[in-house]
């Protein structure tokens, strides 16, 4: 088993994520390229140089999606080293309101799910480990260690 010191950890990169909730159902996206292709996930992505979270997730929003949150509410925090030596730190973010139309572009198909029948089997492993409560309002902080696409350990800490 790999073992992490989390307290030392640092990441290569920054990203963020948001899975936009209305109602009973969830709006991801299945992702055309980069980390994860193939997969569906929430709209996001890397930082640019100097971005705060907030401002990356709506700029990767408008992007991938057509759409601007306007209510992104934090929830989480990710932590992922993969064994290649990449790795990524990831703040979760929760909308339920937007303006404009989910659109595709040449990064992200639109795809809204019943919050009862998410597709864990097309997500990240470690996924099914936190969406469903992040999505209910816990928040949260994950730390996970990957050898590809499979999950070699996680940790997970539920905020009070």
Request: contains cysteine; aromatic residues 12%.
């Amino acid at each position: 088993m790999v073992s992490i010191d989390w307290s030392i950890w640092q990441p290569k990169e920054l990203a963020t994520l948001c899975f936009v909730r209305q109602e009973s159902r969830v709006l991801m996206i299945r992702k055309k390229r980069g980390l994860g292709a193939g997969k569906i996930n929430g709209v996001g992505g890397r930082l640019e140089k100097g971005e705060t979270p907030e401002a990356g997730v709506v700029r990767e929003a408008q992007e991938e999606l057509g759409i601007t949150p306007l209510d992104c509410r934090r929830r989480g925090e990710l932590h992922f080293q993969f064994l290649d030596g990449y790795s990524l730190f990831c703040t979760v973010f929760i909308a339920s309101c937007f303006d404009g139309t989910p659109i595709e572009t040449e990064e992200a198909v639109p795809l809204w799910f019943d919050i009862r029948q998410l597709p864990f089997d097309e997500m990240w492993e470690d996924d099914e480990l936190w969406l469903r409560q992040a999505l209910d309002g816990k928040s949260f902080r994950g730390f996970f260690v990957f050898d590809g696409e499979k999950m070699l350990s996680q940790q997970l800490e539920w905020e009070k």
